[in-house]
């Protein structure tokens, strides 16, 4: 259970990079930002696919600014679900040492 958390984390930590390139690039001229979909692997995890958005031929950055603040607050959110996961397990593992010790 700790690996799909961990893969997770991993995917929107993918996410989360191409999104900020995207950002950060808001003001550069016929800049075409990166799209990303996390999908589900067969081992339960999940694996984040980034490419390249379909250029619409403005001479300006295509980048939607709004499109992107509001993936941070899901990327954020995401992230913050599975540590929370992974802290309850560990804390779980903890207790059945306590007790089988």
């Given at each position: 259970m700790i690996s799909s958390n961990?893969?997770?984390i991993i995917s929107n930590?993918?996410?989360m990079n191409a999104n900020a390139n995207n950002v950060a690039n808001v003001n550069t001229d016929k800049f075409v930002p990166q799209e990303t979909t996390i999908s589900?692997?067969?081992n339960s995890g999940t694996?984040?696919?980034t490419e390249m958005a379909t250029s619409n031929g403005?001479?300006?950055s295509q980048t939607d600014l709004?499109?992107?603040?509001?993936?941070?607050?899901t990327i954020?959110?995401?992230?913050q679900a599975n540590i929370q996961a992974i802290r309850t397990q560990d804390e779980m593992y903890g207790?059945?040492?306590d007790i089988r010790g």
């Open positions: 961990a893969s997770s930590q993918t996410w589900e692997t067969q694996k984040a696919n403005s001479e300006k709004s499109k992107e603040l509001s993936e941070q607050t954020e959110k995401t992230t207790s059945l040492l």
